[in-house]
């Protein structure tokens, strides 16, 4: 099983701040099968970013993702009041599809 | 649009059974693989099982396998996730979520969730 290891765990910013989340797994994942996505209280989770890089439909420029083996990186070029979220790395290239445990994002 | 609307949550003793549905609709279904994620209370978010559009390929968390039971019928746009021997551990939202597309697929679409709590 891939461990997936994010962090920090949480992060304390105010809006227009650079943000830059780490995603670690313990081993390699296979042809860059990771994603990311956020979650905010009360609502389902949403994909922000696959193939490590590319950006889903609808998602601002301002996310962009990055890395490959076993570092990947989520930035957030300038933090929006409605990013105030837990953003959680996932990897879909090799059974079991874990997920990290999750670094919350909240305001300073 | 797409919509996913799960169904089937609800209060079971332990050991007991469920079993979750998710209706799809606003794609094509059989075009998708489909997963189950949960989210305990609080926790941060588990995947627990995938099934191919065909259902050729089914995968589960080694926390679920043998207990649980993930299927589809393509015919009526449905996804379901049969639960066994139920534990206190197994209290969460479980959320029905479609990939991206065939294969190994990120989640794209999530639906609203449906809470299962195992408790005496």
């Known amino acids: 099983e891939i461990v997936l290891t994010q962090s920090p765990g949480t992060l304390s910013l105010s809006p227009g701040e650079r943000v830059t989340l780490s995603c670690r797994a313990s081993?390699?994942?296979?042809?860059?099968?990771l994603a990311w996505y956020q979650q905010k209280p009360g609502q389902a989770p949403r994909l922000l970013i696959y193939g490590a890089s590319s950006r889903a439909t609808g998602i601002p420029d301002r996310f962009s993702g990055s890395g490959s083996g076993t570092d990947f990186t989520l930035t957030i070029s300038r933090l929006e009041p409605e990013d105030f979220a837990v953003y959680y790395c996932q990897q879909y290239g090799s059974s079991p599809f874990t997920f990290g445990p999750g670094t919350k994002v909240d305001s300073k | 649009d797409v919509q996913l609307v799960e169904s089937g949550g609800g209060l079971v003793q332990p050991g007991g059974s469920l079993r979750l549905s998710c209706v799809a609709s606003g794609f094509t279904f059989s075009s998708h693989v489909m997963n189950w994620v949960r989210q305990a209370p609080g926790k941060g978010l588990e995947w627990i099982s995938y099934i191919s559009s065909g259902s050729v390929s089914l995968y589960y968390a080694e926390s679920v396998k043998g207990r649980f039971t993930i299927s589809r019928d393509n015919g009526e746009n449905s996804l379901y996730l049969q639960m066994n021997s139920l534990r206190a551990e197994d209290t969460a939202v479980y959320y029905c979520?479609?990939?991206?597309?065939?294969?190994?697929?990120?989640?794209?679409?999530w639906g609203q969730g449906t809470l299962v709590t195992v408790s005496s």
């Open positions: 979520a479609r990939g991206l597309g065939a294969g190994r697929q990120p989640v794209d679409y």
């Open positions: 081993q390699s994942v296979s042809s860059t099968y």
